[in-house]
């Protein structure tokens, strides 16, 4: 009897449809996702209260699940949450809850601040604009200091973004006075690096704005001896930012670069903003740029074993709108 005399026979239809059947229930099965397998798909947000302060006014309220009294024993039962969500194969991001703007929040919005759903509410939104960073396993004492920079780096740019924004088109040329200022902050910073030469560097952008804190940004960059550069787009961009502020406010300002030698020592250099421009201190000007608190004023103590040098020169930027004065 031949095979396909075989397969016609009525018992090898039965065993065939039988296999169909299971092979159907195992696609099924395969293709029919449970919810905690969609869950491991779907990333969570855990709001960190980052002071004993803050987890003492969110304690008052009835519903909040921890007590103001012990900010490392709070911080230790996160620890533990994160580490048994990551067991589950949930992905978590990191953002820190303010309980003053919370209460605002809530103001705001009408909702009844002693809820967990108005809490998570909240989460949620700061999550979408605010600063976060994701949880990698470390500890919380030793992951705060991450979140609380890339949050001021957050309300840096916010800052910088808001002034630039207000300042309208060229009343000269009708150019658009945001997007000239950063074009020209970015050839700037891309000069300066250049200038800098083969190194890793650390430049410092300080813009006072005439009402509160000075504008602060830094960015780290590597620069190879084949001229590649390598930096971090986010610092990158807050520090053009922050720059372009300052050149589109024709006010005061300055840039410090700090090129890290493990060998000889660390060099530093300086520039101040005038007329929209960077141009070279003196070494007697770095020093006392470099050993002034931007932020207080008050002096600090020089670091041994680094060098203070004059700025380096800067070619004229290839600016829009060159006729209006900005360069």
């Known amino acids: 009897m031949t095979s396909t005399a075989r397969s016609q026979q009525p018992g090898a239809k039965r065993h065939h449809t039988r296999r169909t059947h299971r092979s159907t229930r195992r696609a099924r099965r395969r293709t029919t996702p449970t919810p905690r397998r969609l869950g491991r798909e779907v990333p969570g947000t855990l709001a960190v209260l980052p002071t004993p302060e803050d987890l003492a006014a969110m304690s008052r309220y009835r ?12 911080l230790r039962r996160l620890d ?10 949930r992905h978590t991001a990191l953002t820190l ?11 705001d919005t009408g909702l009844d601040p ?12 700061i ?3 605010g600063a976060t960073v994701p949880y990698t396993g470390r500890r919380l004492t030793d992951t705060l200091p991450t979140l609380l920079a890339e949050a001021d780096r957050q309300e840096t740019w916010d800052r910088a973004g808001a002034l630039l924004s207000d300042l309208g088109r060229c009343p000269t040329c009708a150019g658009d006075t945001a997007h000239d200022a950063f074009e020209h902050a970015s050839q700037a910073t891309l000069r300066l690096l250049d200038a800098l030469g083969p190194g890793r560097h650390h430049l410092v952008c300080s813009v006072p704005t005439g009402a509160g804190t000075p504008l602060l940004a830094a960015v780290h960059a590597t620069a190879d001896h084949d001229g590649r550069l390598h930096l971090a787009e986010a610092e990158a961009l807050v520090f053009c930012t922050v720059l372009a502020a300052g050149i589109a406010l024709r006010g005061p300002g300055g840039v410090v670069a700090r090129t890290l030698d493990d060998q000889h020592g660390d060099v530093v250099r300086g520039w101040s903003l005038r007329d929209s421009r960077l141009t070279a201190l003196t070494a007697a000007e770095v020093f006392s740029a470099y050993c002034t608190d931007a932020r207080t004023g008050d002096p600090i103590s020089p670091e041994p074993g680094v060098d203070y040098l004059p700025g380096i020169a800067l070619p004229a930027p290839d600016y829009p709108h060159r006729h209006c004065g900005d360069t």
């Open 127 to 129: 999550a979408t604009a």
């Open 114 to 125: 002693d809820r967990p759903e108005s809490r998570a509410r909240y989460t949620t939104e």
């Open 63 to 74: 519903t909040f699940p921890f007590t103001g009294q012990d900010h490392p024993g709070y």
């Open 80 to 89: 533990s949450l994160l580490r048994t969500l990551t067991a589950q194969g």
């Open 97 to 107: 809850f303010d309980p003053a703007e919370y209460a605002t929040y809530c103001t």
